[in-house]
């Protein structure tokens, strides 16, 4: 673990500038004023599983009530409404037939291309339970895993929704990563079957997804899988392995449309996520059922003040938590309309999302940092493309969430695409939280720019020491949250040791969750700004990244890489850049050679992650900068990757002119 970035402090400081909630949001919002935040912190404080039951008893449906609230018998396995049962899917769609909702439209869908297509709840329930059916009919159960490779399309939502209906756990794979990250996750999770598409359709390219599951499996340990259901969203002709792989076609042909949901466990696992840890490997970060549903309708609800007239859009795509919790699950559960897109936010031009906001008179928002920076710099380079040429005012509350949103960007979003009168909550949270933890209220909070502001009543979160102890507000520390909440991870998939260990030090107590960001409060208001991950994970446009994962991607190109070292540096588009540091195995390459042999590193990094993992700068040395004991100077390599002047002590290097080598970007 390294400290947390000094200098945040001043930051907080300068910025001084609040923005209140409107009046007009105010006055209709669910949480309306400061007061009724806080009366919802104190209930929680009083009486913190009273305060969970009943949200639990308000928001989700349960075929068996639960009569404990929280188990902490054996922390840090913390068991949520345990004795309830429920049915996830049921709490998305069934409970709305015979209500308003039941035609009310679920999902607006538009594809990459622009066309546009309607689904109500009614017709998605349908779509839902015959596909729970044609699962059912190729042998799937309660408890198997369902691996699921599919484009930002109703159909990837409707295998979701139809696991979850029958009791089946699934492992969403964003459609970017490799062959080998499908195969890992494949042989991890123990899937008995896959649901992918023939192709995805990205910024008018058709890329496959299906071949890559083909290569994937052919990469061998994937026995466990029986069957693999492709969704033709092209007429492109793939590749059939007979016996082992079906259209959707084939799967739902003759399926009724009636599958009664599978009532489950509250603490059933309802999905596997995979996410970059500090090791080579990523985390099967599990969550359970009941906690989670009631995390995601009730967020929608607190966070984005969601009404019901809303239309709610929220770009991420399924493949990452976000898409999880605030796609497949939450806005279904609270009944709202959701645009789906499935494209990219640059094409045909980077006006895509404005236009999409006016075509669909979307009223909240949500995307991520990331997108609004590059779309600022879109529209500064191109005034046909600034968002002034379409009509937003269907807008009432922006979101932001995956990294820390600069001030700057802040403040465009909040003038140009907000018009000064939508609130932007920020949300913080992460894969393994369920859902936002760290929020303002649009109706309530008072905002300050590049601040996620304070906690969601009953979460616990506290700046810490490295031994556990609360600092005061004003100095940077470890963000904590020293109690459980419902929708928190539950294990890391087949390795609950290393579940505690990465979650639970010892030197904490072994019961209060490290978040793995350093953060700072703010003296006088107590906000929490977030200053970055303190472990070796990286966030590179708003996608989380181990710079163990990339190294082990770099060593294993075992003709060409004899070490490699990976760390960040600040990026005004992306965030963070990754930048490899890497020693061959023949002699150093400089010019012309090191470009090339650089482009073909990042080509191997995309073969075997994907392309989002690809390092932005490749240097090479004949040696990387050690410690007498052997260990690699990061925080040294972290310096010449800004191209700071080197301050640390570098007199215990074997070969001071590697420090020049390395700082050569050809
Ligand atoms: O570093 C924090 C950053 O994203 C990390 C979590 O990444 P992931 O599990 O992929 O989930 C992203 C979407 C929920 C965090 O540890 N992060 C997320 N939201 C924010 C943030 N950093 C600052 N401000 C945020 N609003």
Known sequence: MTAPAQGTIESVLVENRVFPPPASLSATA????????QALCAEAESDFEGFWANRAREHVQWTKPFTEVLDQSTPPFFKWFQDGELNVSANCLDKHIGTPVENKNAIIFEADDGQVSQITYRELLDRVGAFANALKAQGVQKGDRVLIYMPMTVEGIVAMQACARIGATHSVVFGGFSAKAVNERVIDAGAVLIITANFQMRGGKELPLKAIVDDALAMGGCDTVKKVLVYERTQTAWNKVEG???????????????CAPVPVNAEHPLFILYTSGSTGKPKGVQHASGGYILWAKMTMEWTFDLQSNDVFWCTADIG??????YIAYGPLAAGATQVVFEGVPTFPNAGRFWQMI??????????????IRSLIKAADSDDKVHPRNWDLSSLRILGSVGE???????????????????????TFWQTENGGHVITPLPGATPLVPGSCTLPLPGIVAQIVDETGKELPNGTGGILVISKPWPSMIRTI?????????????????????????GAVRDAKTGYFRITGRIDDVLNVSGHRMGTMEIESALVSKTDLVAEAAVVGRPDDMTGEAICAFVVLKRSRPTGEEAKQIAKELRDWVAKEIGPIAKPKDIRFGDNLPKTRSGKIMRRLLRSIAKGEAITQDTSTLENPAILDQLSDTH
């Not at 006016?358 to 997108?371: D, G, N």
């Open 404 to 426: 820390p949103i600069n001030p700057e960007a802040w403040m465009w979003y909040y003038r140009n695409i907000g018009g000064e009168r939508c609130p932007i909550v920020d």
């Open 493 to 517: 998939w087949n390795d609950p040791e290393r579940f505690k260990k990465a979650y639970f030090p010892e030197e904490m107590g072994g019961s209060i969750y490290l978040a793995g960001d």
């Open 320 to 325: 990452w938590i976000t898409g999880h919790t």
């Open 30 to 37: 669910r949480v309306g004023s400061m007061e009724a935040y």
């Open 244 to 258: 082992r792989d079906l259209s959707f076609g084939e799967a739902l042909a003759g399926q009724s449309k009636d």
């Open 358 to 371: 006016e075509r669909h008179r979307v009223s909240i928002f949500y995307t991520a940092p990331t997108a």
